[in-house]
C-alpha cells in the first residue's frame, strides 16, 4: 500500500489486494524516525474538508500519544507514551479500523496503546503521514500487501473454521484471532474446561488467563486453547436464533454445544459462550457472568 502525506501536501489511496466486497481495515505496518510528533490522518476522500481522524505519536514534546477527531479538541483518547519516537532510530507501529474501533500499536505488539471506539466510522480510504510542530522525519513504508488481520479489529482470515491450539499463562499463539477489546488491549478467542464444561471466553494477554463465564461468576484460567487461522465472521443474532454455520467452540457437560459469541459492555467488546437453550450469550466481566439478548455470534464461511 502507499500512505502519502497530509496538512496541505498530497494525500494517497490506500492500494488493497483484497476483494471489493471486504472494505480496508488496516494499513501496512510502517516505520519512522522522528524526534516528535509523527502525525497520521485516516479520511474518505483525499480532500481535508471532510471528516477526518488524527493520531498523534509522540506529541507534546514526544510525551504522549492521542486520537483527535475533525482537529477538534479534547482528545477522543490521550496516553502517555514517553520516548515512544526517537530521532536517531526508526520505531515501527501499525494502525487498524475494523468494527467502528480504531486501534493503534507497536510493532511487534499484539495489544493497542491507543484504542477509540468511533461509533458509526466513515468508510476509511486514504492515510495520510507528516511530522508536526517543527519535528523533521523519515517514514519507512511497507508498499506490499498486508496479510489479512484477523478478527476483533480486522476482517476475519483463511477459509476453513481454524483449529485450537494449547497455551498457557497469557501466551497468544501465532494466527490467533482476535475477539475484542478491553481498553487498549486486544482479546481473542479462546476456551477451557471448567466443572465438567468446555467453555468458549476471552484471553485477557496482560492477565495471563483466558476468562469464561459460569454459575454468575467469570473465572480465570492458567491453561487453555485459542482459535487460530479460523476463517469467518461475526453475525448479529435475532431472537435467539443460532445461525446454522455457527462454529460450536465447546459443550457443556450434558452435551449441549457452546457456540462463540461476543457483547458490548462498559466499552469493551467481550468474548463469551452462546448456550443455545438459554436464547443468550454470556460474557466473563469484572468477575461476574453477564447475560445479553443482543449478540454476535462467530460463523463459519
Known amino acids: 500500500m502507499t500512505i502519502g ?43 481535508e474538508s471532510g471528516p477526518i481522524y488524527e493520531i498523534f505519536l509522540g506529541g507534546w514534546e514526544n510525551s504522549k500519544s492521542v486520537i483527535r477527531k475533525d482537529r477538534q479538541k479534547p482528545e477522543l483518547v490521550e496516553v502517555p507514551t514517553p520516548g515512544i519516537l526517537d530521532a536517531g532510530e526508526f520505531r515501527g507501529f501499525w494502525i487498524r479500523w475494523y468494527d467502528n474501533v480504531i486501534t493503534v500499536g507497536r510493532e511487534g505488539d499484539a495489544a493497542a496503546f491507543l484504542s477509540y471506539d468511533a461509533g458509526d466510522l466513515f468508510p476509511v480510504n486514504f492515510v495520510g503521514i507528516c511530522t508536526g510542530w517543527g519535528a523533521s522525519g523519515t517514514w519507512l513504508l511497507d508498499d506490499s500487501a498486508p496479510s489479512a488481520p484477523a478478527m476483533g479489529f480486522a476482517a476475519p482470515t483463511g477459509s476453513g473454521p481454524g483449529c485450537w491450539v494449547p497455551a498457557a499463562n497469557g501466551e497468544v499463539p501465532p494466527n490467533s484471532m482476535q475477539g475484542g477489546f478491553d481498553g487498549s488491549e486486544q482479546l481473542y478467542i479462546a476456551r477451557a474446561r471448567h466443572e465438567g ?52 467452540a465447546g459443550e457443556t457437560a450434558e452435551g449441549e454445544p457452546l457456540f462463540i459469541g461476543r457483547a458490548t459492555h462498559d466499552g469493551t467488546i467481550t468474548v463469551g459462550k452462546v448456550q443455545p437453550s438459554h436464547g443468550c450469550c454470556y460474557i466473563p466481566y469484572g468477575g461476574e457472568e453477564l447475560a445479553y439478548k443482543e449478540f454476535e455470534i462467530y460463523v463459519a464461511n
Open 5 to 47: 502525506e497530509y496538512l496541505g501536501k498530497s494525500t494517497h489511496p490506500i492500494n488493497w489486494s483484497t476483494s471489493s466486497s471486504r472494505p480496508a481495515v488496516e494499513c501496512s505496518p510502517f516505520k519512522v524516525r522522528s524526534p516528535k510528533d509523527a502525525h497520521l490522518a485516516l479520511t474518505p476522500s483525499p480532500q
Open 197 to 248: 464444561d468446555l467453555i468458549p471466553g476471552k484471553l485477557h494477554p496482560s492477565h495471563g488467563v483466558t476468562y469464561i463465564a459460569y454459575g454468575g461468576g467469570e473465572h480465570g484460567h492458567g491453561e487453555y486453547e485459542v482459535l487460530c487461522a479460523g476463517g469467518g465472521q461475526w453475525v448479529p443474532v435475532e431472537a435467539g436464533n443460532i445461525p446454522p454455520n455457527a462454529l460450536p
